[in-house]
Structures are given as C-alpha cells and as structure tokens.
C-alpha cells in the first residue's frame, strides 16, 4: 500500500517539472495527457501496487463481506487506475469510477473498523463525497478544475494511506486455545 499511495502522489512532481498544466484550472488528469510520462509511469506503477495489495489485505481482514469488500475495491481501484494510465483521455470517466469504487470501499471500512478507526472512515467519505462534488461542478463552471481535482488526490491519497495503516497496526486475531 505505502509503494501505491506514493506512486499515485506523483502528480505532486508538476511542482518541480515543467508541464504546461495550470494546477489551478487544468484537471489534474491533464498531467497524463501533456505532461511528461513519468507522470502516466507512476500512475500506472500505482495501480500495479493497488491491484497486489488487494490479495495481502484480503487474507489480513476479518472473514466477512464488508472487510472482503475493501480489500476486493483495493484492487479493482488498482486495475481502473491501470486503465487510466493507459487510457488518459477517458479520464473523465475512469475518475468517476474511481470515485464509485472508492466510497464502495470506505462504506465497507465504516462497517467492520473498530469504532475510532471507523470515525476516520466517515470522515473520510464525506469528504470523497465533497470532493467529488466539487469536482463536478468546477466541470460545469469551468473554474478551479485543477484545484479540486487534486483535492480529490489529496483525499484518495490519505484514505488508502489510513487503511494501510489501519492494516499495519490493528491488533493481531486471538486464537482460541485447543
């Protein structure tokens, strides 16, 4: 997860490349189009390590439904992310997938994370919610596009970094004695 949530970060190098991209009007999503590949490198980098985690955290997870849902939209937020890096000008679309896929997954966590982990979770998806919102109406506006799109980064970004983290620290499951 730590290799997937820094490699889908990379959009932050726009700060120290030359990309032509406005951050604040042009869509983040721009980078893949016009910017140099290292941009489309580290998105596709990122979906390969968000679709390997999806196996580890699912054997991790408790055996029910909901955990099983978070580790499974792991990684399918991984293969859409491949798509995207393959595909850049269907990004408006891949985005919005991203978006279903990602509150499919943290409406998983809310259900099975332990009551503070889970508050994070909330958290969490009203502002996936927010974001994405904003998002579709900078669209409609055709102002700060750029903004909230990475917005929209900034949170997808520090949810799965949680979750990584939740799956790194949670208490190991106590065995019944035989």
């Not at 970060?9 to 604040?24: A, D």
């Not at 042009?26 to 910017?35: H, I, K, R």
């Not at 941009?39 to 985690?53: C, E, M, N, Y």
């Not at 917005?151 to 208490?171: C, D, E, H, I, S």
Request: charged share 10%; net charge positive.
């Amino acid at each position: 997860m730590g290799v997937a949530v820094l490699a889908y970060s990379g959009w932050l190098l726009e700060f120290f490349l030359p990309t032509g991209v406005s951050p604040v009007e042009d869509p983040a999503e721009a980078l893949l189009l016009t910017g140099p590949p290292v941009f489309r490198i580290l998105l596709a980098v990122s979906g390969v390590a968000f679709v390997l985690a999806g196996p580890p955290l699912h054997r991790l997870g408790p055996v029910q439904w909901s955990a099983r849902l978070s580790s499974i939209s792991v990684s399918a937020f991984g293969v859409l992310v491949l798509l995207q890096a393959a595909y850049p000008e269907r990004s408006d679309l891949l985005s919005s997938l991203l978006n279903v896929v990602l509150v499919a997954g943290v409406i998983s966590l809310i259900l099975w994370w332990p009551p503070g982990w889970r508050a994070f979770a909330v958290v969490g998806l009203v502002l996936v919610l927010a974001t994405w919102v904003a998002v579709v109406l900078a669209r409609q506006l055709d102002a700060y596009e750029g903004v909230f799109t990475r917005a929209q980064l900034v949170v997808r970004a520090v949810l799965y970094a949680a979750g990584g983290t939740y799956a790194f620290v949670k208490p190991a499951p106590r065995h019944a004695h035989r």
